[in-house]
């Protein structure tokens, strides 16, 4: 069956990076378009950064110019790349398909301290 695997959250401070990567299964990967969903506590899930199968990216205006999303499709995997990181970045990441979406995984907290 399809599932998405997130992992490589964690607390940092204000500036830092953290790098999340996103295993997914059950797919054909390489024909996916894939993006990276966050949820704020009290707030919708949004969408932050996408990538298409072609590996064209889009991103929230929130994150542009500091966080880059990639994909290995031999390793079925797409990662978050968070870079110069605020507290108002703090949340539950989860990837899953852009535009269509899959079985959600259980994501991955990234906390940004001030």
């Known amino acids: 069956q399809v599932q998405l695997v997130e992992s490589g959250g964690g607390l940092v401070q204000a500036g830092g990076s953290l790098r999340l990567s996103c295993a997914a299964s059950g797919i054909i990967f390489s024909l996916n378009d894939m993006g990276w969903y966050r949820r704020a506590p009290g707030k919708q899930r949004e969408l932050v950064a996408a990538i298409t199968s072609g590996g064209s990216t889009n991103y929230v205006d929130s994150v542009r110019g500091r966080f880059t999303i990639s994909r290995d499709n031999a390793k079925n995997t797409v990662y978050l790349q968070m870079n110069s990181l605020k507290p108002e970045d703090t949340a539950v990441y989860y990837c899953?398909?852009?535009?269509?979406?899959?079985?959600w995984g259980q994501g991955t907290q990234v906390t940004v301290s001030s």
């Open positions: 899953n398909g852009y535009r269509h979406f899959l079985p």
